[in-house]
């Protein structure tokens, strides 16, 4: 991924989002698997949940740190520079429940990430090349 963070506008009562969000929670169990493998540092685990600070609502991506029963232990790697009281570095628990969506990159091969492939087909066919390459993927699993 590049080190300048993107942040796109979805409305969470857009169906298609809504869908994103299903099929994260439906497969849960994958990405709890692959967190437990050996190859987890490896593929840059990571959560979205909704973050709140103050009168800011954003969807984040934290870094996966480790399972717990009911969800995970996430550290913040970015954050919308109008959240006050949220910096990169916190450590943020995530209930199964509070989790958006959930990617795991293997060299650049993607697994998981349903709102980041709803994000792409989002853009005109011109812009996937940019967007592929600015969060490191080349291949979608």
Same mark, same amino acid.
């Given at each position: ?45 990571? $959560? ?21 029963? +009911?969800?995970?232990?996430? +550290? ?14 916190? !450590?943020?628990? $995530?209930?199964?429940?509070?989790? !958006?969506?959930? !990617? ?38």
């Amino acid at each position: 991924m590049t080190d300048e963070p993107l942040f796109i506008a979805i409305r969470d009562s857009d169906p298609a989002f809504q869908q994103t969000v299903r099929d994260a929670q439906a497969s849960l169990a994958e990405f709890r698997h692959y967190l437990q493998s050996s190859q987890a540092a490896e593929g840059y685990p990571c $959560v979205k949940t909704r973050l709140t600070s103050g009168k800011e609502t954003a969807f984040v991506w934290l870094l996966a740190v480790r399972a717990t029963p +009911s969800g995970f232990i996430a +550290s913040v790697f970015e954050i919308p520079p109008e959240f006050k009281g949220i910096q990169v570095g916190d !450590m943020v628990e $995530v209930s199964d429940d509070g989790v !958006m969506d959930w !990617m795991v990159n293997q060299n650049g091969v993607l697994h998981g990430g349903f709102s980041l492939r709803y994000q792409r087909s989002l853009l005109p066919p011109e812009k996937h090349a940019w967007y592929d390459q600015h969060i490191g993927v080349s291949e979608y699993a």
